[in-house]
C-alpha cells in the first residue's frame, strides 16, 4: 500500500499544477474595445447607472399627473343641540376642483423630462470615464509587458557574457577586475529586469482592478500598439467634441433643467379657477306661530317641516393681488443664469483642450516615429554586439556603451509608446470618443501623422 503513494503524489501534483495552469493556457485574446465592454458589464456603478436612468424615464412619466386633486366638502348645520337633531337643519355636499390653465401639468413633467436628460449624460459621463481608464490601463499593460521583455532579453544576453566571462576568468583570459565589472553590470541588469517585471505586474492589476477581474482570471491582452498613427484635423474633432463631450451634454442638460424648473415655478405659483358641484338638502320647521294664531284652536296642529333639495354649480376664481411665487421664480432665474454661464464656460475650453490633445499626441507620434526608424533592428544588432564581444572583436568598455546605448534608446522609443497612450487618453477626454471610435476615425495611413 505504501508503495503507491509516491505515485498518487505525482499524480496529485500534476493535476494541481494542470488546474493552475489550465485557466491561463486557455486565455482568449482579449481585444482593447472587449476589455472596456466587460469593464462597463461587469462595473456596479455602471450598472446603478443604468438602472436609474430606466427609472428617472419612468418618473417621467408618472410626472403627467394632474397637479391638483379634487376636493370632497360634507357641510352640516342646524339650531338646536346639533344639525342632525335640529328641526331647521342644512346639509350639504360639494365636489370642487382647481383647473390647470397654466400649465403646471406641462411644466412639471417638462422638470422630469431634462432631469431623466441630465441623469442620463452623467451615465454616460461615468462610462466613458470607466472606459477611457480601462483603454489606458489595457495600453500601458501592453507597454509594460514589452519593457519587460526587454528587460528580459538584456538580462538573458548578460546572463550569458557572465558565464563566458567566468570561464574565461577560471582560464586567466580575463583579468578579475573585468570579470567584477560584469558581474556589477549584470547585477545592474537583473535589478532593471525585476523592476520592469514589477512594472509589468503592477499594470496588470490596474487593468484587473477595472475589470472586476477575479485571480485566476486570465488575461491576454491583443497588442495594438503597432497600428498607424492617427491623423488630427483639431477642427473637425472640436465639432465632434461639443457633440460628444459628456460634461458640454450634462452643461447643457442642467441649463434646460433649471430653464424648466423656473417655469414650473412661476406656474405653480399662480392658482387657477376653481368650480365646484353641490348637492344641499335644507329642513325647515314652520310652527303655527308663523300664521299669526290663525290656526289657534285646531286641534292637534303645531306646526308642520319643509325640505328642499338644491343641486348647483360655481366657480371660483383667484384674485392675484400678490405674487407669491416672484421670490422662488427670481431664484429660479439666478440659478438658470449660473447654468448657462457653466455651460458657455465649458463649451469655450474644448476647442483649447481638444487642440492641446492633438498637439501633445502629434509629438509623442513624431518622437516614437524617429525612435522607430531607428530601431527596426535592435535585436538584431544587440545580438551582434554581443557575439563580437565574446569573439573578441569588441573590448569590454566598447561593448557596455553601444549595449547600454542602445537598450536606452529601445526604452526611449517605449517610454514614447507610453506618451502616445496616455496622450491618446487625454484626446478620448477632450472630444468625448472611446479609443476605438477615434481610431476608426483617424488612422491615418503609412507615413502621415497629421
Known amino acids: 500500500m505504501s508503495s503507491s503513494f509516491p505515485g498518487f503524489a505525482a499524480g496529485a501534483c500534476a493535476l494541481g499544477l494542470v488546474a493552475f495552469v489550465a485557466p491561463f493556457a486557455s486565455a482568449a485574446p482579449l481585444e482593447r474595445a472587449d476589455a472596456v465592454a466587460r469593464a462597463l458589464e461587469r462595473s456596479p456603478e455602471a450598472a446603478a447607472d443604468r438602472a436609474a436612468v430606466g427609472e428617472a424615464g419612468r418618473l417621467a412619466l408618472a410626472a403627467g399627473a394632474y397637479p391638483h386633486n379634487p376636493r370632497l366638502a360634507f357641510e352640516a348645520s342646524g339650531d338646536g343641540i346639533g344639525p342632525f337633531a335640529a328641526d331647521d337643519r342644512t346639509l350639504r355636499l360639494a365636489l370642487s376642483q382647481e383647473l390647470d390653465v397654466h400649465d403646471a401639468r406641462g411644466a412639471r413633467r417638462a422638470v422630469a423630462g431634462a432631469e431623466a436628460v441630465l441623469l442620463e449624460a452623467e451615465a454616460q459621463g461615468h462610462a466613458h470615464a470607466l472606459g477611457r481608464r480601462t483603454e489606458e490601463a489595457f495600453g500601458a499593460l501592453l507597454v509594460e509587458r514589452r519593457r519587460a521583455d526587454l528587460a528580459d532579453s538584456v538580462a538573458g544576453a548578460s546572463a550569458r557574457i557572465v558565464t563566458a566571462a567566468r570561464r574565461a576568468a577560471r582560464q586567466e583570459a580575463i583579468s578579475a577586475y573585468a570579470l567584477r565589472r560584469i558581474e556589477l553590470d549584470d547585477a545592474t541588469v537583473r535589478e532593471r529586469t525585476a523592476r520592469a517585471r514589477g512594472g509589468r505586474e503592477e499594470a496588470e492589476a490596474t487593468l484587473r482592478a477595472l475589470l472586476l477581474a477575479a485571480p485566476d482570471e486570465a ?232
Open 219 to 450: 488575461i491576454e491582452p491583443v497588442d495594438d500598439l503597432e497600428r498607424g498613427p492617427w491623423r488630427l484635423p483639431a477642427d473637425s474633432l472640436t465639432a465632434v467634441a461639443l457633440a460628444k463631450r459628456h460634461d458640454v451634454l450634462e452643461a447643457r442638460a442642467r441649463e434646460g433643467l433649471r430653464a424648466t424648473e423656473t417655469r414650473l415655478l412661476a406656474r405653480e405659483g399662480r392658482p387657477g379657477p376653481e368650480i365646484e358641484l353641490f348637492v344641499e338638502r335644507a329642513r325647515e320647521r314652520v310652527d303655527a306661530d308663523a300664521f299669526g294664531g290663525s290656526l289657534d284652536g285646531v286641534l292637534g296642529f303645531d306646526g308642520f317641516a319643509t325640505e328642499a333639495t338644491t343641486v348647483g354649480a360655481g366657480v371660483a376664481l383667484p384674485l392675484p393681488f400678490f405674487a407669491r411665487s416672484a421670490w422662488a421664480t427670481g431664484k429660479g432665474t439666478i440659478e438658470e443664469a449660473r447654468a448657462r454661464a457653466e455651460r458657455l464656460r465649458i463649451e469655450a475650453r474644448v476647442p483649447i483642450e481638444v487642440r492641446a490633445a492633438c498637439d501633445r499626441l502629434a509629438a509623442a507620434q513624431e518622437r516614437a516615429a524617429i525612435l522607430r526608424a531607428a530601431l527596426v533592428r535592435a535585436g538584431d544588432d544587440r545580438r551582434r554586439l554581443e557575439s563580437a564581444y565574446r569573439e573578441g572583436r569588441l573590448d569590454l568598455d566598447g561593448y557596455l556603451a553601444q549595449r547600454n546605448r542602445l537598450v536606452e534608446a529601445e526604452e526611449a522609443e517605449l517610454d514614447a509608446r507610453a506618451d502616445i497612450e496616455a496622450a491618446r487618453g487625454a484626446l478620448s477626454h477632450a472630444t468625448g470618443l472611446s479609443h476605438a471610435a477615434l481610431a476608426a476615425a483617424l488612422e491615418a495611413p503609412e507615413g502621415g501623422s497629421r
